[in-house]
């Protein structure tokens, strides 16, 4: 167990619909990450938030947008979902930016 | 680009021999780099970093890896393959200066009973 907590664990929509994935980080972490896990594209990082400001934006579309609250929970916010969105959305946690990641056991989504 | 290169797809080896998982990465000054394993429907478990210490890196569970700049590569290696090691492993690197981590494309590591 990381530490690093997300739910839900499994999430069937459909297309066009909008979703919510929350991601609490270990106590004491600052920093939450996401990440998309597919079979065609692998892991690919979406986005990097620090203390509650966004750090680094990686392949991460218009559609999806996150967000870090004071508590430092984080949620991903995945909208106008297509097919193809579905995926393993992980968090990951870390002290700080260059120290090792620690990752939640994701959320698997599934865009009908 | 920044970039990280996973030399091989699928890796089989029998029980008992030794693992090699190769990575390269685009060279910069100052990477740290991660290895990481994935069991089937399990999150990301960090096996091992470097980060500018000692170039050789000893991991969890008999893993280590080494740092070799000029060739700028990170293989992970282990003496001797347990089943429990069949997993898929990510070489993860991340750049000074910036903020994006970049993982490799993984590695499926079979292990032969």
């Known amino acids: 167990d990381s530490g690093v907590t997300q739910t839900p664990k499994h999430l069937i929509t459909a297309t066009g619909q909008r979703v919510t994935l929350r991601c609490s980080p270990r106590?004491?972490?600052?920093?939450v990450y996401w990440y998309q896990q597919s079979l065609d594209q692998g892991l690919q990082f979406l986005i990097h938030?620090?203390?509650?400001?966004?750090?680094a934006k990686g392949n991460i579309l218009e559609r999806f947008s996150a967000q870090q609250f004071p508590d430092l929970h984080s949620e991903l916010n995945l909208s106008s979902l297509e097919l193809g969105d579905s995926a393993l959305y992980f968090c990951?946690?870390?002290?700080?930016?260059?120290?090792?990641?620690?990752f939640g056991p994701g959320t698997r989504l599934t865009v009908l | 680009a920044q970039s990280v290169t996973q030399l091989d797809s699928h890796v089989s080896v029998s029980e008992g021999t030794p693992v090699l998982l190769r990575c390269n990465y685009s060279?910069?000054?100052?990477?740290?780099l991660f290895w990481y394993v994935q069991h089937p429907n399990k999150g990301l478990q960090l096996l091992l970093k470097?980060?500018?210490?000692?170039?050789l890196v000893k991991g969890i569970n008999g893993f280590e890896a080494e740092f070799k700049k000029s060739e700028t590569s990170f293989h992970l290696t282990k003496p001797s393959a347990h089943m429990s090691d069949a997993a898929e492993y990510f070489c993860?690197?991340?750049?000074?200066?910036?903020?994006?981590?970049?993982f490799g494309a993984g590695t499926r590591l079979f292990v032969k009973a």
């Open positions: 938030y620090y203390n509650g400001e966004e750090r």
């Open positions: 990951a946690s870390s002290v700080a930016w260059d120290n090792e990641q620690f």
């Open positions: 993860v690197v991340r750049y000074t200066g910036g903020f994006k981590t970049i």
């Open positions: 106590s004491g972490d600052l920093s």
């Open positions: 060279s910069s000054y100052s990477p740290s």
């Open positions: 470097y980060t500018s210490a000692a170039t």
